[in-house]
C-alpha cells in the first residue's frame, strides 16, 4: 500500500517523492484506463489527466492516504465526467501485447509448441471474457485480480459500499467460470492425452 507523507517543510523533496511513489502505478493505471475506455489513446489520455490533477492536488493528500486508491479513483471520476460530458470517442478494443512480465521460472512444456499454443489461446480467451463483462464486474474483476486492492480500496474507488463490491466480484467471477468453462475440457483431455 503505497502512503505520501505532505507534511515537510521541504516543498520540491516531498514533490519529488510524490512522483517517484506515484510514477510506481503508471502500468497499473494504464490497465485500468484500457478497462475503462477500451481505446489505447484515450487511456493514455486518462492516465496523464490523472497524474496532471493529482500533481496539482498532492499538497491536499493527507498523509495516512492511501496514494494507489487516490489515484484510481482521480481517473475513474475523470473517465466518468467525460462520459457524462460526451468526450468519450468510440470503443475500440486493443488489448494485443502480452504481459512484459520476466518468467520467474521456466520449465519444459514451455518448449512445448503446442504448450505454448494452448497458453496462448488461454490468454486471449481471458481477456476476451474480461471484455465481455459488463463494465461494472469488468472493474471489480481487473482492481481485484490484477491490481491487488482490497475491498475497501475498490469500494472507495467506485463510491459504493464493500458489499456490492463483493457481490459484483463473485458475479463477475461466475460469468468468466462460465465463458471459460471449455478450458476444463481441454485442460482434462490434454492430461489424459499426455498419460497423467
Known sequence: MSRVGTNTSDHSATEQVFRETALQHLNGLYSYAMTLARNRAEAEDLVQETYLRAMSAFERLRPESNLKSWLFTI?????????????????????????ARPREFEDESSKDPFFVYLTKAK????????ER??????????LREFE???????AQILDCPCGTVMSRLSRARERLKQ??????????ETAHEAGE
Open 133 to 142: 463483462l459488463p463494465q461494472a464486474y469488468r472493474e471489480v474483476i481487473v
Open 75 to 99: 481517473l475513474r471520476n475523470i473517465y466518468l465526467n467525460q462520459l457524462r460530458d460526451g468526450l468519450s470517442k468510440s470503443r475500440v478494443v486493443a488489448m494485443d501485447e502480452p504481459a
Open 123 to 130: 490468454q486471449a480467451d481471458i481477456k476476451d471474457a474480461i
Open 179 to 188: 465463458m471459460l468453462q471449455h478450458w476444463r475440457v481441454v485442460t482434462s
Open 148 to 154: 491487488d486492492l482490497s475491498y475497501e480500496e475498490i
